[in-house]
């Protein structure tokens, strides 16, 4: 069954304490790995998409990176405005539909 | 500005009613799913359509019924029969059959029943 785990399932941080989060996932076929955004009461704001092993994306402070069985979203010096919760999901090769699968998220707190 | 939109923002129903949440894109997207978040849990597909005048059932439909007349517009009912609908509901899109294409996520409705 495909299914994505996200850990921890908070994170508390000084301002400019760097640190990770972890998507790990198991799918049949990888059809590409989606990192969001979601602020309190407001729909996901899309960040990045990864589709193979090795690849990496950055923006800002955040930098995602892939490999076949897991995901990290490395935020880096973060600042109180990076509070939100972050959704990781996998698109898989299961039929011909754009079904995303989600994980739980983490919800990051970074206090000054 | 290109997006979508999801009306109203807030909705109460009493037990018993039916209700339908809007949702319009102006992305001319193929494409359009409505998903449901509850505390503690992942995002939920309730329905999706790649294309107007069909529409598949996602992994929680019971309760739940869409119509898919326009590209732009993918309405929602919640309807009586659905047991436990206070939950906060997402509608978003995307580009149909290209591999790995985000989606695109409206604002939300948070359905609450009195």
């Known amino acids: 069954e495909d299914q994505v785990t996200q850990s921890p399932e908070a994170l508390r941080l000084q301002e400019g304490e760097s640190s990770s989060l972890n998507c790990s996932y198991t799918v049949s076929g990888l059809r590409g790995l989606f990192w969001y955004r979601q602020d309190p009461g407001k729909g996901p704001e899309f960040l990045f998409t990864l589709y193979s092993a090795g690849e990496e994306k950055e923006k800002e402070r955040l930098k995602a990176t892939l490999t076949k069985k897991e995901s990290f979203l490395h935020i880096t010096a973060p600042k109180p405005e990076d509070s939100a919760t972050y959704l990781c999901a996998v698109q898989a090769n299961s039929g011909n539909t754009d079904k995303l699968i989600f994980g739980t998220g983490t919800r990051l707190q970074v206090f000054p | 500005d290109g997006g979508i939109t999801q009306s109203p923002k807030y909705l109460f129903r009493k037990e018993g009613q039916n209700v339908t949440l809007s949702c319009e894109q102006n992305l001319n997207h193929d494409a359009m799913y409505w998903y449901r978040q509850d505390p503690g849990q992942g995002l939920r597909l309730i329905y999706y359509?790649?294309?107007?005048?069909?529409?598949q059932k996602g992994d929680i439909a019971e309760g739940y019924s869409v119509s898919r007349e326009k590209k732009e517009s993918f309405p929602l009912t919640v309807t009586s029969a659905q047991k436990n609908p206070t939950a906060f509901y997402l509608c978003?899109?995307?580009?149909?059959?290209?591999?790995?294409?985000?989606?695109?996520f409206g604002p939300g409705t948070r359905l609450t029943v009195l």
């Open positions: 978003a899109s995307t580009e149909a059959g290209r591999e790995g294409n985000e989606q695109f």
């Open positions: 359509s790649q294309i107007v005048n069909d529409f």
